[in-house]
């Protein structure tokens, strides 16, 4: 079992990470949350037909009752009227500050039912059980949100999970297009902060339905070590947080405006970072073997253009509503070196340019 400890400003917590590890949940609660009433697992309908009885098995432990509650897949889940049902589940059921959510579930599921955790009450505390690849990346760190029509994670709040239990028994179930999802928030990972993970990553991971057990303990323990030295150091996003967002400026404005589910994340923010790499040879110099990371991203499945569908003055528009952006201009995280990046605001014209070169 791999065990990573998380040291934000607000909160210090573990991430455990191997197969079984979701057997360490009850015990890790007993001796934590003891003075804890009530469990509350908020998850989804695949994911509740898949393993809620596995949790639920395990919470019997604690001696402390369960409840659940199930929630539409993906995206679907972070709108506002699943997160006033939760609310709503919450009130009905006396859930109170002294009960527990449990996040069970992918990326959409964690970001959700931390979000509810964040506000119910003003606060009560959650843990995530990651179901899925992507959620290595979301599930740490403490951004919890959900959507509005003109943005995605536009509501939102930063509240540190009491833990993470990464169980990777739960990774067999994933379907393929999950799989590459995920796998994309682990090349991010690489490119911000690790040249040597990127080659190794590059040159061992060349069929996404054939990575075996040791594999993904590697990547996944490598991308949240990357990951928990950022928020250690920036919880709040203040500074060197958004290079996590790399990719993601475009990726969110595809993601969203394909419609919540055609194009998962990972598969947005792929298009998003082949676009960053592409900005960061024009403005920054990067010097990158592009056309092999394309040819090997491709042999994994992943489109690398935007799609033809969608109009790049939107798109603009949207790149231009993203977080980082703190005045008129969109604020990209681009390459210096793989391992180096920055943030940069870039012209509209010249990403209007870059866009149409990207067909
Ligand atoms: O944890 C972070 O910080 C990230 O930016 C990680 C991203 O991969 C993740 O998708 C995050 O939820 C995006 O945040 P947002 O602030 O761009 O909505």
Known sequence: MESIQI????????????KKAINELPELITRELNHLNKILIITDEKVAALHLQ???DALLKTG????????????????????YECQSFCLSQQINRKSLIIALGGGAVGDLAGFVAATFMRGIPF???????LAHDSAVGGKVAINHPLGKNMIGAFHQPEAVIYDLEFLKTLPLKELRSGFAEVIKHSLIADNELYLWLKSNIVDLNDITDEQFLTMITKGIGIK??????DEKENGI???????????????GSMGYGNFTHGESILIGMVYAL?????KVDLDFKLDEFIDWVSSLGYQITIPTRLEHAMLL??????????????????????????????????LIEEMTEMI
């Open 127 to 133: 843990i995530q059980v990651p179901t899925t690849l």
């Open 54 to 56: 596995t949790v639920k």
């Open 64 to 83: 402390k009752p369960v409840l659940h509650h199930v929630v539409p897949e993906g995206e679907h889940a972070k709108t506002f009227d699943v997160f």
């Open 241 to 255: 947080r958004a290079f996590l967002n790399f990719g993601h400026t475009l990726g969110h404005a595809v993601e």
């Open 278 to 282: 592409k900005l960061s040879r024009k």
């Open 228 to 233: 928990a030295k950022i928020v250690e150091e």
């Open 317 to 350: 528009e949207l790149m231009k509503t993203d977080k980082k952006s703190v005045n008129d201009a969109a604020t990209f995280v681009l390459l210096n070196e793989v391992g180096s990046p920055l943030l940069m605001d870039i012209a509209d014209s010249e």
């Open 7 to 18: 040291k934000t400003a607000s909160k210090q917590y573990p991430v455990l990470i191997g």
